[in-house]
């Protein structure tokens, strides 16, 4: 078990310019989530998969983020077009089943500037 | 829309003093319940959690937390607090019910302890 890991750890880019964040889960975790965090608040939820399947995506998402889990492994968040408004820590997390611990990665830094 | 509340937002204390955080949720169905630790640098951490039984679990680094269903609660306690304790502690929800499941974060706590 060598936990959740996200890559890159920072990131910073352009305004206008596309993203693309890295998350492997635990190994046999079935489930991924993606979740964002800004300063001084909560962890937020983005979406989820359960193995490859997109189950549910928040309203958060934006027509600009994207999500992929191709082979029901490793996922990939996506952000097109940055907006300062995207600088935040992008978590990512997994689990076994629904009602288990959600485990977290150590997360991935954006800065739009 | 369940939400979860966090009363205190900073507390600061002295080591060896005691400590109680607040966390109310709102949510009327079967819950599983979380305490999440952030150190200053790391990622976020299981402190304890409750998902069935006796309502008063304990976690690691002696805290321990009591679910109070009837109040919608799940208060983290720790007798004496320690400076390493120094951290950001968020209570979070994941309902059983109603299809998906997802964590839901209160906005968080910052602890600081004093020497």
Not at chain 1, 28 to 51: C, K
Request: glycine share 8%.
């Amino acid at each position: 078990d060598t936990g959740v890991s996200q890559d890159p750890r920072h990131k910073i880019t352009k305004r206008g310019q596309n993203v693309t964040f890295r998350c492997d889960p635990i190994s046999e975790h079935n489930r991924l989530y993606w979740y964002r965090q800004t300063l001084g608040q909560g962890p937020e939820f983005l979406t989820y998969f359960q193995n490859e399947a997109q189950l549910e995506k928040s309203r958060l998402l934006s027509d600009r983020f994207s999500a992929e889990r191709p082979k029901g492994s490793f996922s990939t968040l996506e952000i097109q077009r940055t907006e300062q408004g995207d600088s935040a820590m992008y978590l990512c997390a997994s689990s076994y089943h629904r009602a288990d611990t959600i485990y977290f990665g150590e997360g991935s830094w954006l800065t739009v500037v | 829309a369940q939400s979860v509340s966090q009363h205190n937002h900073h507390v600061i204390l002295s080591e060896a003093a005691s400590l109680e955080l607040g966390c109310n949720y709102s949510y009327g169905g079967t819950v599983n319940l979380f305490w999440y630790v952030q150190y200053p640098g790391q990622h976020l951490q299981l402190l304890l959690k409750y998902f069935s039984g006796d309502p008063l679990v304990k976690g690691i680094k002696g805290f321990e937390a009591e679910f109070i269903k009837s109040k919608f609660s799940f208060n983290l306690r720790k007798p004496s607090v320690q400076w390493s304790d120094t951290a950001e502690y968020f209570c979070a929800v994941n309902p059983l019910t109603g299809g998906g499941n997802k964590l839901t974060f209160g906005t968080g706590t910052q602890l600081k302890v004093e020497l």
